[in-house]
């Protein structure tokens, strides 16, 4: 029995909650008018007297309107008649108010909503870019916040939120991998093309080709492994060395800079004996920049810029730095390789072998001592390969 009066009273309760939405929702007076070069004020004062809807307008409202308006909802008749002339309205408890959608009106705190929009994976320089000119004076950005504030009407207000949501989407990320490795040029000059071949028992399905005459070179295929552990190889019979092996993680449109060598702190002394002497950090070493400038589906644009610096002279103060750099912008696929070359260091080195005390004889000293020195040559090769995660 008492489950019997619950449930009457929970149907009751349903009923009257349905009938108060219906009622809450009451339906716009429909509007039906035929204008021709109608003065827009004289037809806003028309349909506020067949709807018996109060229509407040500011000072901006002028023109002329011609439309042909049968049966339409009132808040769609507005729209059709004012959006040429860049007019809005915003519903208040019980009348519109209508004006210039121009944040120079001074009315236009009236007629626009205030939304503040935290951004989760985007700066602010990323949205700002990409609103359209028509709208931006609707909208600010906070960067030290990373905030986006829209003020403006609601339509526009809808556009907006929509673009935002759009553009403040995470962003793809890209693991970089990276090879640094230097290789003696005679061992790349006598081998050429031939240097790095990769093969299966059957055919070969992959490849990496490098010619000393070219600076880029892809290879098609996951060869990332095969490669590592050739380069290991040519490590141990002292013919290469791995200088990096990295692998770093970068977001679509971001950078990131590696750099492997030494840093030389130099004293230098001024002329002028008013002045004290200054010290200069010189790196001495392999740098490499890699940038993600966008990815497309499986493609990725990226821009490589590796730099070897190595010291020529190392005897102070006479110290000389020779800089070689290359850089390049190239699409690859997902999984691709990369090759970059053409960069050479050179060293050079002097020893004196010499049978002590016997040296120090005057002139009978050049019989006892042999003075010579030895040069090397190396290409710095440099293999990237990106894998969207």
Known sequence: MRRNIFIVILLLLLLFLASYVSLAREEQ?????????????????????QTGVIIIMD???SGTITADIQDLPLEKALDMILMSGGYTYKKYDDYYFVGLADVKNASFSNLSELEVVNLKYVKVE??????????RDYVTGNRQKNTITI?????????LRGIIKEVDQPRA?????????EIDSRYVKEFGSDLFSFSTADEIVKGFAYDNSSSLLSI?????GQLLSRIKLLQEKKQASIEADPRIIIAEGESAELFIGDQQI???NSDDEDLAARIEKLNVGVGLKVTVERIVEDNIMLSIAPEISYLVKSRRPDLIIKENSVSTTISLKDGQTVALAGMTARGESAYNKSIPYLDEIPLLRWLFSLDGGSGTETELLVFVTPVIR
């Open 59 to 61: 000072h901006t409202v």
């Open 151 to 159: 003020n403006a009407p609601a339509r526009i207000m809808d556009l």
């Open 173 to 181: 990320q890209v693991e970089i991998k990276v090879l640094v490795t």
């Open 220 to 224: 098609q295929g996951d060869v990332y």
């Open 266 to 268: 130099l004293l230098i």
């Open 29 to 49: 007076p429909l509007v039906t008018m035929l204008l021709f070069e109608t003065d827009l004020r004289e037809a806003l004062n028309e349909i506020a007297l």
């Open 126 to 135: 990323d949205v700002l870019d990409v609103i359209p000119s028509t709208y």
